[in-house]
């Protein structure tokens, strides 16, 4: 009994490894990328970092959410309250990420009080996370209602394809 729940546990821990390592190899080759450029890109990197940190936060606070009513729904069976609960997971998902971009918009601004030649800069990185804010917690929701199914490898597939794509245009604009 032991090893088979070892395995189902190694089965479902694997492909979660990989994804998260993904996204920090990913990160860590932005940084390296900004960091040859100028101190000054570098600068508003860490500038912007904690506004990154508070998106990918919540977006793990309501992925986690959702991977847990997804697995309680598909030990149930109960896929009526399913609908309902993902419907409602969709609008949170939508509102917050609205919320939090122009939350973090305007914060940003005083941020960079008494760096007004770095402001449009700062601005210029976070806009990808800023506008794209509603759909990472979007992608991070459609993950954790799979991994709430038993299947995380569609996670980590779709996160190889987003850190590619993110590496491929960090390239292209540094």
Same mark, same amino acid.
């Given at each position: 009994? #032991?090893?088979?729940?070892?395995?189902?546990?190694?089965? !479902?821990?694997?492909?979660?490894? &990989?994804?998260?390592?993904?996204? #920090?190899?990913?990160?860590?080759?932005?940084?390296?990328?900004?960091?040859?450029? %100028?101190?000054?890109?570098?600068?508003?990197?860490?500038?912007?970092?904690?506004?990154?940190?508070?998106?990918?936060?919540?977006?793990?606070?309501?992925?986690?959410?959702?991977?847990? @009513?997804?697995?309680? @729904?598909?030990?149930?069976?109960?896929? @009526?309250?399913? #609908?309902?609960?993902?419907?409602?997971? &969709?609008?949170?998902?939508?509102?917050?990420? /609205?919320?939090?971009?122009? !939350?973090? +918009? @305007?914060?940003?601004?005083?941020?960079?009080?008494?760096?007004?030649?770095?402001? %449009?800069? +700062?601005?210029?990185?976070?806009?990808?996370?800023?506008?794209?804010?509603?759909?990472?917690?979007?992608?991070? /929701?459609?993950?954790?209602?799979?991994?709430?199914?038993?299947?995380? #490898? %569609?996670?980590?597939?779709?996160?190889?394809?987003?850190? %590619?794509?993110?590496?491929?245009?960090?390239?292209?604009?540094?």
């Amino acid at each position: 009994m #032991k090893n088979s729940i070892d395995r189902e546990i190694w089965r !479902l821990l694997w492909p979660v490894l &990989l994804l998260t390592l993904a996204q #920090k190899l990913g990160s860590a080759f932005e940084g390296i990328l900004v960091s040859v450029n %100028s101190s000054q890109e570098l600068a508003v990197m860490g500038i912007c970092g904690p506004y990154i940190t508070i998106i990918t936060t919540v977006s793990y606070g309501l992925g986690i959410a959702a991977n847990a @009513a997804t697995g309680r @729904a598909y030990a149930d069976r109960s896929w @009526a309250s399913h #609908k309902a609960c993902v419907r409602a997971f &969709l609008l949170l998902t939508l509102i917050s990420g /609205l919320a939090m971009s122009l !939350l973090a +918009g @305007a914060l940003l601004y005083p941020a960079f009080a008494g760096l007004s030649n770095m402001r %449009s800069l +700062g601005y210029l990185y976070m806009l990808p996370y800023l506008i794209g804010s509603p759909a990472l917690l979007l992608y991070s /929701l459609l993950v954790s209602c799979t991994r709430g199914l038993g299947d995380t #490898k %569609s996670g980590m597939y779709m996160t190889f394809i987003s850190v %590619s794509a993110q590496l491929i245009v960090s390239y292209m604009c540094y």
